[in-house]
């Protein structure tokens, strides 16, 4: 069973930027992956997801101009490069995967979660 670990979190100020890195224990190549976000007393929210591949995104309308989602197979590793941070962006960011390779928003269908990274932006 793969095993998937965020990191890159941190506290930023409002403008700057962070890349979060979602490393897996095994080879994902087959699968596509995603990042969601929990805010707190939110719920569980989609932002972006990437194909098997990594030749096909989609991102939540809240998150498509500033968020871009990336992966390397070879390193078995996906990104999240977010720009322009803003308070509202404040949240726990998740990786997620599943035992597909097509994209899908809803986080019921995916099938491997981490533990979380947390992103808080200071206005």
């Known amino acids: 069973q793969v095993q998937v670990i965020e990191s890159g979190g941190g506290l930023v100020q409002a403008g700057g930027s962070l890349r979060l890195s979602c490393v897996a224990s095994g080879r994902t190549f087959t699968m596509a992956m995603g990042w969601f976000r929990q805010a707190p007393g939110k719920e569980r929210e989609f932002v972006a997801a990437?194909?098997?591949?990594?030749?096909?995104?989609y991102y939540a309308d809240s998150t498509k101009d500033r968020f871009t989602i990336s992966r390397d197979n070879a390193k078995n590793t996906m990104y999240l490069q977010i720009n322009s941070l803003k308070p509202e962006d404040t949240a726990i960011y998740y990786c997620?995967?599943?035992?597909?390779?097509?994209?899908?928003?809803?986080?019921?269908?995916?099938?491997?979660w981490g533990q979380g990274t947390q992103v808080t932006v200071s206005s």
């Open positions: 997620a995967a599943r035992n597909s390779i097509g994209i899908v928003t809803t986080a019921s269908n995916y099938d491997i």
């Open positions: 990437i194909s098997g591949s990594g030749t096909a995104t």
